[in-house]
T-cell receptor, first 116, second 111 residues
Framework: DSGVTQTPKHLITATGQRVTLRCSPR?????VYWYQQSLDQGLQFLIQ???????AKGNILERFSAQQFPDLHSELNLSSLELGDSALYFC???????????????FGEGSRLTVL | DQQVKQNSPSLSVQEGRISILNCDYT??????FLWYKKYPAEGPTFLIS?????DKNEDGRFTVFLNKSAKHLSLHIVPSQPGDSAVYFC??????????FGAGTRLTVKP
């Protein structure tokens, strides 16, 4: 158990819909990362938050948005869903802000999104 | 942009033998490199890392080698055990904790 909690574990929805994925980081971790893993693909970095502020942005679509709340949990919002958005979405946390640590992240079990 | 590549989708080895997983990268600005292991229905877990200023890091049965001139990273597992069967992801990171992951290599260790 990494200590990172993601909900829901599975989600099935239709094209055009909007979903919200939730992540609770490990206790005390200030950084939250979101990654997308499509079939047979590596983990694609989407976005990072540190203590409520956006720190780094990767290949996140404009239809996607995220935020980190004062209690440090984070939500990833996916809208106008397309078939290609079907993927595993991982949240990870780290105690380090940028520039520190060696990149070790603690991952949740992921949220599997299926868009029909 | 595929800055980190794992060209072997799968690898099968016999228990007790050495497993060698390979990774290539294109960006010479990466500050550190990591390997993660992933079991089915679980998130990736950190295995071992190496700074860009080193060429080897060892932790028990796991050793990571970095060849900067070749932009190549490898993970050696000796001896391999059936419990090592998992998907292994290579990752490379910048100082801002922006990490790029490879597509993964599925390792099967046969008893």
């Amino acid at each position: 158990d990494s200590g990172v909690t993601q909900t829901p574990k599975h989600l099935i929805t239709a094209t055009g819909q909007r979903v919200t994925l939730r992540c609770s980081p490990r206790s005390g971790d200030l950084s939250v990362y979101w990654y997308q893993q499509s079939l047979d693909q590596g983990l694609q970095f989407l976005i990072q938050y540190y203590n409520g502020e956006e720190r780094a942005k990767g290949n996140i679509l404009e239809r996607f948005s995220a935020q980190q709340f004062p209690d440090l949990h984070s939500e990833l919002n996916l809208s106008s869903l397309e078939l290609g958005d079907s993927a595993l979405y991982f949240c990870a946390s780290s105690p380090y802000p940028e520039g520190l640590g060696t990149g070790e992240l603690f991952f949740g079990e992921g949220s599997r999104l299926t868009v029909l | 942009d595929q800055q980190v590549k794992q060209n072997s989708p799968s690898l099968s080895v016999q228990e007790g033998r050495i497993s060698i997983l390979n990774c290539d990268y294109t960006n010479s600005m990466f500050d550190y490199f990591l390997w993660y292991k992933k079991y089915p229905a679980e998130g990736p877990t950190f295995l071992i890392s190496i700074s860009s200023i080193k060429d080897k890091n060892e932790d028990g049965r796991f050793t990571v080698f970095l060849n900067k001139s070749a932009k190549h990273l490898s993970l050696h597992i000796v001896p391999s055990q059936p419990g090592d069967s998992a998907v292994y992801f290579c990752a490379a990171g910048f100082g801002n904790n922006d990490m790029r992951f490879g597509a993964g290599t599925r390792l099967t260790v046969k008893p």
